[in-house]
């Protein structure tokens, strides 16, 4: 190998400084375990283990780091079995036996009508699989599944109700969706913004702005609190985001757009394996699998006289997590009381119009 005029250690710094910036998994798993004295101490931990508290890292990383989450706008297309009061899918319980592919799915129940489905069979007339041709409307639960048949039996098929997008698994919150509808953004000639610069701003260079600013406020403020924000439910481990309105208002091959916020995966965005809080908190979590597994020997005596102390390892672990969790919740979290600003926004933009009000009547 040939070595710089300044000769090996610049090659040797330099591989230094590339390990000591992760990129990549296996790299950041190499950190953690050289921070704890690898190689030149045996760490006792199992590899699997190792991994094992990466992905408990991780976790709690995407949780409360506000570098581990982005704020996105997703588009969720409205499809026949997203719509609210229809039978969004099928599943097959039990095949049974004896059934014909000429059979068919009756829909029992539910207070809704339309729904219609069939099936395939294998050789044996074990039901395959069962397809849902029409989702039907108006179903206020989910209807009981039956199967006409005259030689069948022992298949048992269930129905799951529409009213929701399923959303990815990268995806930890949704908070709102955009107004599907409003009194001010109709976008044609009788739209009220059209209509107020129509006849109220003759010219931009001699017309104030502020009554055309504050009666759009007002505009607002009515119809936030006659009309409100449409309500939805989301849980992170279902990745259903239900909507609750209306559905008729919507036509399919619509569009929605959610505002949620997703996981920033460090596979695709590297910079995240060289997160010092991350590469922290990790060592820490393996150190203290470390201490877990080395406990059961502690005050052991071996040959030489050096004696195990696995509790220390454990408890000088646990003690650096907490430091650790509460740094990141005090540092690196974002406020939990955003709603907060919401309402003092909504109570000046109140006493803002209030003042208005109170000037023009005198």
């Given at each position: 190998m040939k070595f710089p005029p300044d000769g090996p250690w610049v090659v040797l710094k330099g591989l230094?400084?590339?390990?000591?910036k992760p990129r990549t998994r296996e790299e950041f798993k190499q950190n953690c375990l050289r921070r704890l004295g690898w190689p030149i101490l045996e760490v006792n931990v199992d590899e699997d283990q190792v991994d094992d508290r990466?992905?408990?890292?991780?976790?709690?990383?995407?949780?409360?780091?506000?570098?581990?989450?982005?704020?996105?706008?997703?588009?969720?297309?409205v499809t026949a079995n997203t719509r609210g009061g229809a039978i969004h899918s099928l599943t097959l319980v039990s095949?049974?036996?004896?059934?014909?592919?000429?059979?068919?799915?009756?829909?029992?129940?539910?207070?809704?009508?339309?729904?219609?489905?069939?099936?395939?069979?294998?050789?044996?007339?074990?039901?395959?699989?069962?397809?849902?041709?029409?989702?039907?409307?108006?179903?206020g639960s989910e209807p009981t599944v039956m199967i006409q048949t005259s030689t069948g039996s022992g298949a048992s098929v269930t129905s799951l109700l529409g009213g929701f997008f399923q959303l990815p698994e990268n995806i930890i919150g949704a908070v709102k969706i955009f107004s599907l509808g409003s009194v001010y953004?109709?976008?044609?000639?009788?739209?009220?913004?059209?209509?107020?610069?129509?006849?109220?701003?003759?010219?931009?260079?001699?017309?104030?702005?502020?009554?055309?600013?504050?009666?759009?406020?007002?505009?607002?403020?009515?119809?936030?609190?006659?009309?409100?924000?449409?309500?939805?439910?989301?849980?992170?481990?279902?990745?259903?985001?239900?909507?609750?309105?209306?559905?008729?208002?919507?036509?399919?091959?619509?569009?929605?757009?959610?505002?949620?916020?997703?996981?920033?995966?460090?596979?695709?965005?590297?910079?995240?394996?060289?997160?010092?809080?991350?590469?922290?908190?990790c060592t820490a979590l393996i150190k203290r699998q470390w201490g877990t597994n080395m406990k059961k020997f502690t005050g052991m005596t071996l040959p030489n006289g050096i004696q195990f102390n696995g509790q220390q390892i454990y408890?000088?672990?646990?003690?650096?997590?907490?430091?650790?969790?509460?740094?990141?919740?005090n540092s690196y979290s974002l406020p939990i009381s955003d709603m907060i600003g919401i309402w003092i926004y909504c109570l000046l933009t109140y006493q803002l119009l209030q003042c208005f009000s109170s000037s023009t009547m005198m």
């Amino acid at each position: 190998m040939k070595f710089p005029p300044d000769g090996p250690w610049v090659v040797l710094k330099g591989l230094m400084l590339q390990m000591s910036k992760p990129r990549t998994r296996e790299e950041f798993k190499q950190n953690c375990l050289r921070r704890l004295g690898w190689p030149i101490l045996e760490v006792n931990v199992d590899e699997d283990q190792v991994d094992d508290r990466i992905d408990e890292a991780l976790v709690y990383y995407a949780d409360y780091h506000f570098d581990a989450t982005e704020k996105i706008y997703y588009r969720a297309q409205v499809t026949a079995n997203t719509r609210g009061g229809a039978i969004h899918s099928l599943t097959l319980v039990s095949g049974g036996t004896a059934y014909s592919n000429t059979d068919t799915l009756v829909f029992t129940g539910g207070g809704g009508s339309g729904a219609t489905g069939t099936l395939t069979t294998y050789a044996n007339g074990t039901i395959s699989s069962v397809t849902l041709t029409s989702n039907g409307s108006k179903y206020g639960s989910e209807p009981t599944v039956m199967i006409q048949t005259s030689t069948g039996s022992g298949a048992s098929v269930t129905s799951l109700l529409g009213g929701f997008f399923q959303l990815p698994e990268n995806i930890i919150g949704a908070v709102k969706i955009f107004s599907l509808g409003s009194v001010y953004n109709s976008g044609n000639f009788f739209d009220i913004r059209y209509q107020l610069a129509l006849n109220d701003l003759h010219t931009l260079t001699s017309t104030s702005l502020v009554p055309y600013y504050m009666a759009f406020q007002h505009i607002q403020l009515i119809e936030q609190l006659l009309v409100g924000e449409q309500p939805i439910r989301y849980n992170r481990h279902r990745n259903r985001l239900h909507i609750d309105m209306n559905w008729d208002r919507l036509n399919n091959a619509q569009y929605i757009i959610i505002e949620a916020y997703q996981v920033v995966d460090p596979d695709e965005f590297t910079d995240v394996w060289n997160d010092r809080w991350l590469l922290r908190y990790c060592t820490a979590l393996i150190k203290r699998q470390w201490g877990t597994n080395m406990k059961k020997f502690t005050g052991m005596t071996l040959p030489n006289g050096i004696q195990f102390n696995g509790q220390q390892i454990y408890d000088e672990a646990i003690e650096e997590i907490e430091k650790l969790e509460n740094e990141v919740l005090n540092s690196y979290s974002l406020p939990i009381s955003d709603m907060i600003g919401i309402w003092i926004y909504c109570l000046l933009t109140y006493q803002l119009l209030q003042c208005f009000s109170s000037s023009t009547m005198m």
